[in-house]
């Protein structure tokens, strides 16, 4: 009824869509920053999308299966294995009792995202089971995994779960799921839309201009609080600034010597750094798989741009989502 963590990777955690509609109170939003892969993970799976998965960063965990269990994987480019079975991307897997799921290639990938039928037994708070590491509360005892950790399996098993259990019995994986060039229209460009704000104001125009001539590099100091990138330093005004600006996941800060950080999902609350701007809701989830090394370049667009290419997104999005759930009902009919 659970797994065990035999290697816990480097930054391990469980993640769902976070906590909304908090931030006054000081609460962080948290959640999987990328919110489409640990959706998608959960589609395979047949769980609801709410559900927690495990967000693994960088260098994944290796875990074993106490029982049989539907898993699948979602996120960047990766290679993973147990002693049977080649396990890839965007696919869903039937794990048996003792196997041992190893990663063994994650060079070009930030984060993958596990999803086991029927869900994890982890803690809550205020509707989520994301973990807040600040206040130690939600997903597994408000931290990140350690080795030996096992994690309870809540078996929340719908019909749809036992038919995937007797599908997959002999066969272990499906002979179908998202090919990764479906996804590429939202992975693969380095191109980030970026929101002008109040803040932007800040900035004169050759600073302006320098921030989106420039290409910029994911430095080894992204975590899940901000990305900061270095490239062409940007001068903002720091005179008569406020103490203390609201701040959401995308904005773009500016420290005293030029260099941008885009706070992430466990952002803090209120920042007084000048904000250059904020990036695309519907570009944020590609901005959770840029890894250490990986090339940005940022471009302004006004809100108008912006709403448009947010529905083209979620008409893509619906179509993607769709697809999983017409091949689902193909195979309940097997």
Known sequence: MSIIIESEGLFSSFQDFGRKGYEHNGVIPGG???PLSHEIA???????KNEATLEM???MASIRFTESTLIALSGGNFKAKTEQLKVLPNKLYLMEKGDVLEFTETTRTSRVYLAVGGGFELDEWLGSASTDFMSKIGGFHGRRLEKGDEINMKRNYTERHYKLFENLE???QTNWGIDGYA?????MSDVFHVIKNKGTEDFDQDALNRFTYGEYKVTSKANRVGMYVEGQPVK???EDMPAHQSVQIGTIQVKRDGTPIILLNDHYTLGSYPQIGTVA???LTKLGQKHPGTKLKFQFIDIETAEKNLIKYTNWLNQLFHG???RMQLEMLK
Do not use: G
């Open 32 to 34: 999987a920053l990328d």
């Open 42 to 48: 959960n589609r395979l799976v047949a769980n609801d």
């Open 57 to 59: 960063t960088n260098r």
């Open 170 to 172: 002999h066969t272990h």
């Open 183 to 187: 996804l590429s229209f939202n992975y």
């Open 236 to 238: 903002a005004f720091y």
């Open 281 to 283: 809701s519907y570009h």
């Open 324 to 326: 999983i759930e017409y």
